[in-house]
């Protein structure tokens, strides 16, 4: 199974981007998946996520600026960030929960990383 994230790149505050994360490989079901980040200097953070069914939860720091979706049919989740801020310059990584072909449990798997970076 591997995630492969894609759509970071450097904007201006008040600019937006959207990034997006597709799974791939023996996947039996994926059940939630996650954006985080990491900003330089800090833990990784949970940004969003989102469920088979669609539910959704976000950071405080991120509520009314980003919306997470997914296409259950393409196995892949997106990002939709606006309004960004020069706080929002991060790794961004997606995150899966997966049952793999053979396995009887979830497992996570993360993607590899896409570099945000919003200037002031």
């Known amino acids: 199974v591997q995630l492969q994230a894609s759509g970071g790149g450097l904007v201006q505050a008040g600019g937006s981007l959207s990034l997006s994360c597709a799974a791939s490989g023996s996947i039996f079901s994926i059940s939630s998946m996650h954006w985080y980040r990491q900003a330089p200097g800090k833990q990784r953070e949970l940004v969003a996520s989102i469920t088979t069914g669609g539910t959704t939860n976000y950071a405080d720091s991120v509520k009314g600026r980003f919306a997470i979706s997914r296409s259950n049919a393409k196995n892949t989740v997106y990002l939709q960030m606006n309004s960004l801020k020069p706080e929002d310059t991060a790794v961004y990584y997606c995150?899966?929960?997966?049952?793999?072909?053979?396995?009887?449990?979830?497992?996570?798997?993360w993607g590899q990383g896409t570099l945000v970076t919003v200037s002031s």
């Open positions: 995150n899966g929960r997966i049952i793999a072909i053979g396995k009887l449990t979830n497992n996570d798997y």
